[in-house]
């Protein structure tokens, strides 16, 4: 059974639909990318599934219930955990603070400290657990706040273009971060513009286009898929990396 379906998704503003009867299922352990033109309706697909967005049709079924008409908070609370694009990290406190923060509900005292410790070694940000979160990185406030979505160990994350504005090497050990999880048993779902980010750890890959569903299958199979190069490059050359 698909931890995470969508049956003929389908949202509209106003005149303009953005989905269009998108049938999505993932199953658990899974880790699947969303690609797509700018447009394609992939932020929407992501609201939708979260629940920040009321479909105009069509349902989301999450580890087997109809989750369609829950609000967000009642999602997260059945284990479906969110990093956006932009870091929503807490500037002023430390990076072990930010973490705490979002641990501090579930865990305390020697449990609490030991499981912040494993998750700034996981996050390469040990030698920073002090420092003001405003003054890490760009890089390393996403992996901070990657850390604060996959603290309570969610079932299923979805990450909205992790790797935006990261370096090559950055990029790179967020891909070992976020195979990582699933091989410890998350499923994930990533927003993603990044070829070689997505070559580096899809199981699957679905493409949008228009808000349907355009195509398929395996990394290798859209990357030689010329009608995939046509929507992003319009011409029939391959998927251009980067």
Not at 70 to 77: E, M
Not at 153 to 175: H, V
Not at 204 to 220: E, K, N, Y
């Amino acid at each position: 059974m698909a931890l995470l379906e969508t049956r003929k998704l389908n949202k509209h503003f106003g005149g303009l639909q953005v989905t269009a009867d998108v049938n999505l299922a993932l199953e658990p352990g899974e880790l699947h990318c969303l690609i797509g033109p700018n447009g394609a309706g992939k932020s929407t697909l992501f609201r939708l599934i979260l629940g920040e967005y009321a479909p105009s049709s069509g349902q989301v079924f999450y580890d087997g219930r109809d989750i369609t008409a829950l609000q967000p908070h009642d999602r997260i609370r059945r284990g479906i955990s969110v990093k956006f694009q932009v870091p929503g990290i807490f500037g002023a406190l430390s990076v072990s603070q930010n973490l705490e923060i979002a641990l501090q509900h579930h865990l305390e005292g020697h449990s609490l400290r030991g499981e912040i410790r494993q998750q700034l070694d996981f996050l390469n940000l040990a030698a920073e657990a002090a420092q003001l979160a405003g003054n890490l990185s760009h890089g390393q406030k996403q992996w901070l706040e990657i850390g604060m979505a996959t603290s309570l160990k969610p079932k299923l994350l979805l990450l909205d273009e992790p790797t935006a504005g990261m370096s090559p090497e950055e990029t790179r050990a967020t891909g070992e971060m976020v195979r990582t999880l699933r091989a410890e048993g998350m499923t994930v779902l990533v927003v993603e513009h990044d070829m070689d980010f997505v070559r580096q750890v899809a199981s699957r890959v679905t493409v949008l286009h228009f808000g349907h569903i355009f195509a398929q299958g395996s990394i290798d199979d859209i990357m030689a898929d010329d009608r995939v190069a046509e929507i992003y490059l319009g011409q029939g050359h391959g998927v251009r990396h980067g």
